[in-house]
């Protein structure tokens, strides 16, 4: 039988089988897979609400936080393509790569906000910003509030093929501008199972994630960060 290799699998067999187990150590939060699954669904089911659809690009701008983590998958269910940013470049590259790659929404953490509000103007295809733990001094909508009022059943996928993009990476600009390079989910999935097999991770493991997830999609981490069979995943 040929089954797809479409992301999104991973995802749904670390809840069947490891459900009720601890999925992720953020800081001071700590989640089980289904906790997660259910964070995930509000999150696909808010895109959805603010018109993402398949296709579209969503940028995040974060380092290696528990709303990262989730964006992944979020952004996965939706059919739409993640665009994970450098945390380490100047705003004018951010203007160039959120406009070559058309991102419709932005997701940001207050911390590096301060790297966008300069250029927000200059942003031309950019409908949404949202701000992960944002304080009184950001005029941008509240992640944690914004992601409250959604549902956290299962949200209705889309067809997904394994050879439709899911991540837009972009090279940080050395010798001009950055580059994009676009990944399958069949790109992705084949690099999990390499990352997985080559780390020899089992279920009596724990996993501390620390290379930049937008790196290279965590270098395959943040996969199979849903898709091992670890205990429990800590986040630096």
Known sequence: MNVPLVLTHFLDRAVSLYGDKVGVISEEKTLTYRELYERVNQLSHGLSDIGVKKGDRVAYLAPNTLEMLEGFYGVFQTGAIMVPLNIRL????YVFILNH???KVLFVDAELYH?????????????????????DDIAEIAYDTWLAQYTTEPFARPDIDENDVCSLLYT???TGNPKGVMLTHRNNYLHALSTMHHLRVSDRDVYLHILP???VNGWGGTV????????ARLLA
Do not use: C
Request: no cysteine; hydrophobic share 30%; charged share 25%.
């Open 90 to 93: 100047k705003p004018d590259d």
């Open 101 to 103: 790659s058309e991102s």
């Open 115 to 135: 790297l966008i509000a300069p250029v927000k103007n200059e942003l031309q295809t950019v409908e949404h910003v949202i701000v992960h733990g944002k304080t």
């Open 172 to 174: 940080s600009g050395t």
């Open 213 to 215: 997830m937008f790196h």
């Open 224 to 231: 199979l960060l849903y898709s091992e069979r670890s205990d």
